[in-house]
């Protein structure tokens, strides 16, 4: 006679109409001896109909500014519009793998440590620096490099602020791999992720000002990171990267006069 | 699995009989006709419309941006909540409000704690209101919410719901099991907390 327990994985198939026969027949003759496992389906059950009623008012209809917006981002994303594709770029790795437990738990962690110990430019740095990190150690690498220009033009049109994107430098060793669009409770951050000398960088642009970081460029050491950081037209940036902290304040300061 | 990635090699030709133009404008379309359940999953996942708004929107430009990287004629429905949820899973590590996995065995084994005592009532489906089923969906520990609302509002299969949310099949229906009860024993919870207030 099977488990309650055993029988877990089959009650959705179960009640689904779904399982095989073979296992339908192992259910029903559980069902017939345990009074609990019956009131386990009859629940199922009953939640499954209820939402199957319900499907079409319980979805919700995109809003058509939504609508609008995606259907722009298809004009700003086709390669008629300025994406390059360089030839030769393979594309064998998917661009979306799921983080790891282990490493989103460490980033939850590092995230919630240093900002309960510190407040204003170091907190900030802390939370960059770790997400920098993350999002360069655990996501995959691009393969396909971007175009800057087709990348801010496809931000403008699909975010409504203008995001002046860095241009890849030979003299500084810059290229760009991808931006990306943070959330935070207060402010919505572009991610610019590039390569400067063959190490990772990160530009950070953020849509408001933060407490005791002003015009004047502050640069921070964390976790064995420079973060280099400044306001304008309240707007928050910042450059993360490894290195000494001339080189990277040097790197920063050509991100300076090329994002604002 | 049931979609895949073009290899590199297959990424260069095209089926004949239809232009890089065409390929585009009836991919875009097709996309773009799964927004309301797209939008309605991300509305769940994220509890917050403006955060919803941007996550569709993020999922929309990485679609198109890789749009040559999908397999024609696989379940691009599938492949677009695939990316939704990956992006998702992403935007999270940037908040601070919400720093649990959701896909995390805590989750499960809270659950587990909780007992699993039910209240036989199996009249559900007339006298429960869109609003407490939305409520008692969104009060739900996400990894339940998610296994639930592919299941029994957008209709996937347990294998696409496995691959959309990067679980094996067997947790995706153990999860869709234990989360339907939750949610009833939410649902009669409600209504006896109305019906007490009535009274």
Redesign the interface.
């Known amino acids: 006679m099977a488990d309650c327990r055993d029988l877990e994985e089959l009650l959705a198939p179960y009640v689904d109409g779904e399982a095989r026969e073979v296992d339908c027949a192992a259910v029903d003759a559980h069902l017939r001896t345990c009074p609990a496992c019956r009131t386990k389906v009859s629940c199922e059950r009953s939640v499954r109909e209820a939402l199957i009623a319900r499907r079409q008012s319980i979805r919700a209809n995109a809003p058509a500014d939504l609508r609008r917006r995606c259907a722009a981002a298809h004009a700003a994303a086709t390669p008629a519009s300025g994406a390059s594709l360089p030839a030769g770029a393979g594309r064998r790795r998917g661009r979306w793998v799921p983080l790891s437990m282990a490493a989103s738990v460490l980033l939850a962690f590092a995230g919630v440590f240093f900002y309960g110990l510190r407040g204003g430019g170091p907190a900030l740095a802390a939370q960059l620096v770790a997400d920098h990190v993350s999002c360069f150690e655990f996501a995959p690498q691009p393969t396909i490099i971007p175009d800057g220009r087709a990348l801010g033009r496809e931000w403008a049109a699909t975010r409504g602020w203008n995001l002046k994107v860095p241009e890849n430098t030979d003299t500084e060793q810059l290229t760009l791999l991808d931006i990306r669009r943070c959330i935070s409770s207060d402010a919505v951050t572009a991610h610019l992720l590039y390569k400067w000398r063959g190490q990772p960088l990160s530009v950070y642009v953020m849509s408001r000002p933060y407490p005791r970081i002003g015009p004047k460029p502050q640069l921070v050491e964390e976790a064995g990171q420079e973060a280099f950081m400044w306001t304008k037209n309240d707007r928050t940036y910042a450059v993360v990267a490894r290195g000494r902290p001339a080189d990277v304040e040097h790197v920063a300061r050509y991100v300076q006069t090329a994002a604002e | 699995m049931v979609f895949s990635?073009?290899?590199?090699s297959s990424?260069a030709s095209r089926p004949a009989g239809s232009s890089?133009?065409e390929y585009?404008s009836a991919f875009?379309d097709e996309?773009?006709s799964y927004?309301?359940?797209?939008?309605?999953t991300a509305?769940r996942l994220t509890r917050r419309p403006q955060?919803a708004?941007?996550l569709?929107?993020?999922t929309?430009?990485?679609a198109?941006?890789?749009?040559?990287?999908f397999e024609r004629g696989t379940n691009l429905k599938a492949w677009l909540y695939?990316?939704l949820h990956?992006?998702f899973?992403?935007?999270?590590?940037?908040?601070?409000?919400n720093?649990?996995?959701v896909?995390?065995e805590t989750v499960e084994q809270a659950v587990d704690a909780s007992g699993?005592e039910?209240?036989?009532?199996?009249?559900?489906?007339r006298a429960?209101l869109?609003g407490d089923?939305?409520a008692a969906?969104d009060a739900l520990p996400d990894a339940f919410r998610q296994a639930?609302w592919l299941?029994?509002?957008e209709e996937f299969s347990?294998a696409e719901i496995a691959g959309i949310v990067?679980v094996p099949i067997?947790t995706v229906?153990?999860r869709?099991?234990?989360g339907?009860?939750l949610?009833?024993?939410g649902?009669i919870r409600r209504r006896s907390e109305t019906e007490a207030k009535a009274g």
Request: hydrophobic share 30%.
């Open positions: 990635r073009r290899s590199p990424s890089d133009g585009d875009a996309a773009l927004i309301d359940g797209l939008y309605g509305l955060d708004e941007d569709v929107q993020d929309y430009l990485k198109f941006r890789a749009s040559k990287q695939t990316i990956n992006t899973r992403n935007m999270i590590r940037h908040d601070g409000r720093p649990v996995d896909n995390s699993d039910h209240t036989p009532e199996t009249l559900l489906t429960t869109d089923l939305q969906l639930v299941r029994d509002v347990y990067g067997g229906m153990s869709i099991s234990r339907r009860r949610l009833h024993d649902l």
